[in-house]
Each structure stands twice: as C-alpha cells, then as structure tokens.
C-alpha cells in the first residue's frame, strides 16, 4: 500500500476513534514521513517548530484572555441588559436580543465559543424564564454564535493573516459588513418564526430605562471602539491590541464593575491556556499534514480537477463553499486554514478572488461548522447547557442553518459586502 493512501486511511481511523484533532493530523502525517524513505523526521521536527513560530499568533491567547475576563467580570450581564432595554419589546423580543447581544459580544471575545459559553448561558435562562420554546431558544443561541469570529476581532482572521500573509487589519474591517448582514438575516427569521407562533410583545422601556442601561454598558461597548480604533489608525498591532484587550478587560471588571477579583486571574489564565494548548498543537499538526500534502501535489491534484470542471467563478466560489461545509463537518477552523490554504490560493488567482474576501468566506463556512455534525463543538456547549441530547439540540438548530446559508451566499457573491469598508480605508 503506498504511503499516501495509509496517510488518508490513519487520519480517517484516527477521526472514526474520536481523538483529538491534533493527534489526527500529527499521527497520520509522522506515519507517512516514516514510511517515505526520502523524507526525514527532522524535517518534520523543523516544521513543527516553526509552525507556531509567529508574532501574530501571541494574540490568539491574549484575545481568549480577555473573553474569559469580561465574561466573568459582569461584562456580559451589561450587555444583555442594554439590549434589552433596547429592543426586547419587539414580539419574540428575546430572540432579537439575542442576535444584538452576540453583535455586540463579539466586537470583545472574536470566539463563537466564547459566545455560546459565556453570553449563551445568560440568554438561554432568560429565554426560557419567558418561556420561549426550546428550539428557537438553542437555534437563535447557536446560530448567532456564528458572527463572533466574523465581527473584529475575530481568532480565526488573525490565525488566517498569519498563515496567508494577509492584513489583519483588512481582515477585521472586511468582517463587518457580512457580520452585519449575518444578523440582519436572522432577524428576519426570527420576525416570520415569533409571527407564526404569535410570541407576546412587552413592554416597552423608557427613555431613561434605555439610558440607564447604556451608560451600564458603555465600558463593554467602548471596548472594540478603542482596540479597532488603535488598529486602524496604527496606534498598535493586532497582538499589541490583544495584550491592550487583557488590560483594559480588567480595567472595567475589576475597577468600574467591580465583579471580578483579581485573585481569579490566575485561575482565567490556566483556562486560557487550557483552550489555547489544543489551538497551537492544531497549527503544529495541520501545518505538517499541508505540508505532506503539498509534497505529494494534493492541491495540485484537486486545483486541476476544479478547474477542469469549470473556470467559471461563479462555480468555483460555490464548489469551494460546498468543499468547506463538508470540512467544517469534521475539523475545526484552525486545521481548516492550515490544510486549504494551498488548495484556495491558486483558485483565487484563476477566479480573481481577493485574499481578503476568502478569507471571510473560509471562517464564515467554519463557523456554520460548529453547528453541523459530527463534531459540531457549539452543538455539544449548547446541548450540555440545556440538558437535552446531542441528536435532539441538532435536529432543533438545523432550521437555522437556512438564514446561515443565505447569509453565505450573499456574502460570496455580492462582493462590496465585503470590501466596501477595506476599499475607503485604503487596504486593497
């Protein structure tokens, strides 16, 4: 059996028996170096080592940092409450605050983790205090999840301008207009759903109600103001805008919300740690798993099939989107960049396809991702939060997978979503 084939068929064991990704990709592809003559293990040892190897990438722990301190520092409580007060007197009014909490959550954490283990916890009690039926509860929790990433900051657009060699900066600025449409799509969902089911309307805040709520919020909602500001204009790098992000997390929980003792840190620091050890073994192993793959000319081998089907772009984008969905099914963001970057990059030459806007699609795709199985990570959150089945939470969330999709497929082909925002700012 030739090497290549026991590479494939080790990493589908491996996957079949449940271990971690990284030990997926790292045991396949030491497996094949050790079965390829011409090829060294301390070849594979000098891309290991250098696949974490960047500057960039020190973000990914300080942004996670700074999620774990505002979620436990009362950060979240005041976002809910704003939005709220806000719009909560719409019919279904939960279901929309949901949807603006996320917006609003996500310009602090960049993790649809983060929001579905932090914020999500809060919206579901609140949904089902009101007794809102479960399946629009943990549907509207996991898909609006989906726009952290998407609205800067965003872990996966700093670990794909890393690998990809593209701004961050651009990529955080390219993420809000499909963000925006993200949630636009799924609050004419929700309109339909709370019409069809006839959801009580309630009543509605007052002005110094509203007021009040915003002044509460206003430390948490100055926060992606600030760091986005200092990118843009060049104040600080994006890792330099993380380490500002832990700081300033701690500012407001320790000193102005006065929730947080600063005798947890270092406990918020061991969890941090415990979600970004999994992250980095990911970069090592799917960094050495590409590069086995582009030594036996994989990307070369499906980049033709592609375009031997069809030049056209509007096929190859949707091909590279159904490529992704399948993916997302089975490996998480991280491994996903690593492992397609080599395959998208000629694609995007043929198909006149800009860096900037892949890199958008390619997290968009890996978010919905998290809500497909088998290893769908917001299915498993959401189902331990709501004490119903793995199998039950899919069958409830799958609905939601159609705003999802809509709002893919007009981020894909209406371009100016996003690069309208990159292109004034000077970044194309």
């Known amino acids: 059996m030739e090497p290549i084939t026991i590479f494939f068929l080790s990493f589908l064991i491996l996957m079949v028996l449940r271990a971690p990704m990284y030990l997926c990709l790292l045991g396949s592809s030491l497996l094949y170096i050790h079965l390829t003559p011409e ?64 917006l609003i959550f996500s310009g602090i954490s960049g993790s649809a983790l983060a929001d579905v283990g932090g914020l999500g916890m809060i919206e579901i009690k609140a949904m089902r205090d009101e007794n809102y039926d479960d399946d629009l509860t943990l549907g509207v929790t996991g898909a609006s999840s989906t726009v952290g990433p998407i609205i800067p900051p965003s872990i996966p657009f700093v670990i794909y301008g890393a690998m990809a060699n593209v701004s961050i900066g651009a990529l955080f600025m390219a993420g809000m207009g499909p963000g925006l449409v993200l949630c636009l799509v799924l609050c004419v969902y929700i309109y339909f759903v709370a019409k069809k089911r006839n959801y009580p309307k309630h009543r509605r805040a007052t002005g110094s109600e509203v007021w009040k709520a915003f002044i509460e919020a206003l430390p948490a909602l100055l926060f992606p103001a600030i760091m986005l500001g200092g990118i843009w204009t060049g104040w600080f790098t994006p890792t330099e805008s993380a380490m500002f992000s832990v700081v300033y997390g701690l500012l407001v929980s320790c000193v102005i919300y006065r929730e947080l003792d600063i005798k947890t840190l270092p406990s918020l620091a061991v969890a941090t740690v415990k979600q970004v050890g999994p992250s980095i073994a990911v970069v090592v192993g799917a960094s050495l798993f590409a590069w086995v793959m582009t030594y036996e000319q994989i990307d070369k081998v499906v980049v033709d099939a592609i375009l031997s089907f069809t030049t056209s772009r509007v096929l190859i984008l949707l091909l590279i989107n159904l490529i992704l969905l399948v993916l997302g099914m089975f490996i998480e963001v991280v491994a996903a ?92």
Do not use: C
Not at 50 to 77: C, E, H, K, R, Y
């Open 337 to 428: 960049i690593m492992i397609m970057l080599p395959i998208l990059t000629p694609l995007m030459a043929v198909a006149d396809i800009s860096p900037i806007h892949m890199g958008v699609i390619l997290v968009l795709n890996m978010m919905i991702g998290l809500l497909t199985p088998p290893v769908g990570m917001s299915l498993y959150m959401l189902s331990s939060a709501s004490g119903h089945s793995f199998g039950t939470v899919t069958k409830m969330v799958a609905p939601w997978l159609i705003p999802l999709f809509v709002a893919l497929m007009l981020v894909t082909y209406i371009e100016p979503i996003t690069m309208f925002l990159p292109g004034i700012f000077g970044y194309l």
């Open 39 to 102: 090829l060294s293990m301390l070849t594979a040892m000098n891309k290991m080592m250098n696949a974490p190897n960047s500057f960039t990438l020190l973000a990914v722990p300080f942004f996670i940092l700074a999620g774990q301190v505002m979620n436990n520092g009362g950060v979240t409580d005041r976002i809910f409450g704003f939005a709220k007060k806000l719009i909560g007197h719409w019919r279904g009014g939960l279901a929309y605050v949901n949807v603006l909490s996320s």
